[in-house]
Structure formats: C-alpha cells, structure tokens
C-alpha cells in the first residue's frame, strides 16, 4: 500500500506541479458536479481500486460509487462507475486516475484475448519482467486480473539462466553447476535454449524448467517430445496471437508474452462531468 501511495503521489505530483492553471483560471469558486466514468469500448476492467485512490489523495471528500470490479467484462458503452465531488478536485484527478484505469485496463483486456485463445489446451500464459520501469507490480497484477499468470517478479526471486549467462560460463553444463553449488536445492532452475542439442544437454543437467526460445514449431514439437513431461517446457520468443494457438497445440506447459505488458493497448475510457449542483 505504502508503494501505490508514493507511485500515485508522484503521479499527481508530476501532473498538476504548481498547481491547475486551467481549472483555476475559469473556476472561481468551487461547486460539486457529477461525473460518469465510461467505456469507449469492450474491456476487461483492472485498476478500479487505484482509480478510487488517486482522487482519494487529492480529497476525501469525493465519492465514487463503482458499478464494476476488477476482472469484469464491460461492453461499451457502459458506466464503470459515477463521481461526485468539488469540479476542480475532479478536474486535477481526471488524468492521472485514467492514466492507470486505461493502462491496466488494456494489458488486463490482451491478456484474457491470449488465455481465451487457447482455453481449449492445458498450456498456461505467463507474463516477463518486459514491463514499464516502476510500474512491475500493478502490471503484473493486471496479467493476474486478464486471468495470466505471473512469471518471477524480478532477478531476485527466480532463477533463469539466458543466453548471455551461459555465454559468460561457457556451456549450459557449467552454468548450471555454478548456479547448484551458489544457491539453496529449494530455488528452482529455469534455463533458455534455442537448439535441440541444447534441450538434451539442459534436460540431464538436472534443471526444473527448460525455455524453448524463438524455436520454429517443429522443433518445439520435437524438444517436447524429447522432454516427455519430465519437466516443465516454457515457449518464448515473438509469440502473438495469430501464432499461439499452434505453439500451444506443440504441448508446452507455459507460454511467456512479453506484448501483453509491454505493448498493450490502453482502454478507452472516458470521465465525463454530467452537471453542476
């Protein structure tokens, strides 16, 4: 709670500066207005606590009566939710509020397209750390609210060896023991390989996850066989939607989409003052 109230106070702080010239300059004394929060267009709603929030640090006086929670289909045109409060106190929350709303809204929306897809087949999606600098936690809650799930949060809670790891130690073998002999039996090892001899290596290494990375079908069919459910087999590289049906119909276990944190869309979303009382 303490990190959203500081990523939200410098949202603000970042927004309104010195203070809102517009707002002040047509609006001389403050009176309360109503305001209807609309979707633009079909959304998979996530945000809406940290929307209520933003406007909840700028005054407590302002009154948001939501109609839908996180995870909740919206079809457009609907009203998410309706505000009331003082018309500049509205006016100085509108974009920040909505930056997050629309932001989280949109990876929530890509990645239930990506679990619906492949609904039909036991392979999961999964998030990477291909997120926006300061926002990993919120977008990787939202991954959560599309109904994906999480990969590690960070380099600290996961081990996965890449290319570049294994380059530095010279061969997957080495790497792998480097990293058994450093680290506690109860972290897992995930390793990424992009060949099959580097699949046949990886798998009598005694590694818990093996990541198939920018692998052609064929070959992906190929190491899953190999693997045999011994372990668990991860799909990663370029995958979109028009390809991931077929990479789940190879048998993998996980399949990593770094687009749907780092290239969604935002919703379109839209606060609308309805009147003034």
């Given amino acids: 709670m303490y990190e959203l109230k500081r990523l939200i106070e410098t949202a603000l702080d970042e927004d309104i500066g010195r203070g809102d010239i ?15 929060l609309i979707a633009k267009e079909k959304l998979v709603l996530a945000g809406i606590e940290i929307f209520k929030q933003v406007f909840i640090a700028i005054s407590p006086d ?34 920040v509020a909505l930056n997050f709303l629309q932001h989280l809204s949109g990876i929530a929306t890509l990645t239930r397209k990506y679990v619906d897809k492949i609904k ?9 750390r291909k997120t926006t600098p300061g926002l990993r ?3 990787k809650y939202a991954v959560q609210v599309g109904g994906g799930k999480n990969h590690r ?19 997957i073998s080495e790497a792998i023991k480097r990293v058994k002999s450093a680290l506690p039996h109860t972290l897992k090892i995930e390793i990424e390989v992009q060949s099959i001899k580097e699949v046949k290596e990886a798998l009598t290494s005694g590694v818990d996850t093996i990541m198939l990375d920018n692998m052609p079908l064929e070959k992906m069919k190929e190491a899953v066989k190999i693997i045999n459910h ?18 789940a119909k190879t048998g993998v276990d996980l399949i990593s989409v770094g687009s749907i944190t780092h290239s969604a869309p935002v919703s ?7 009147k003034s009382a």
């Fill in 268 to 274: 379109d979303i839209s606060m609308i003052i309805k």
């Fill in 22 to 36: 517009t707002t002040s300059s047509i609006i001389f004394v403050p009176s309360m207005t109503n305001a209807e």
């Fill in 230 to 247: 011994l372990i668990l087999v991860e799909a990663s590289g370029n995958i979109n939607l028009d390809k991931l049906e077929d990479v």
């Fill in 120 to 128: 039909n087949y036991p392979a999961i999606i999964v998030d990477t």
């Fill in 62 to 95: 302002i009154n948001i009566q939501a109609f839908f929670s996180d995870g909740n289909k919206v079809d457009k045109g609907k009203i998410i939710a309706e505000l009331s409060g003082n018309i500049p106190d509205l006016l100085k929350g509108e974009r």
């Fill in 153 to 171: 949060f960070g380099l600290f809670d996961g081990i996965l060896l890449k290319e570049n790891h294994i380059k530095a130690c010279g061969s």
């Fill in 137 to 139: 936690t919120l977008e």
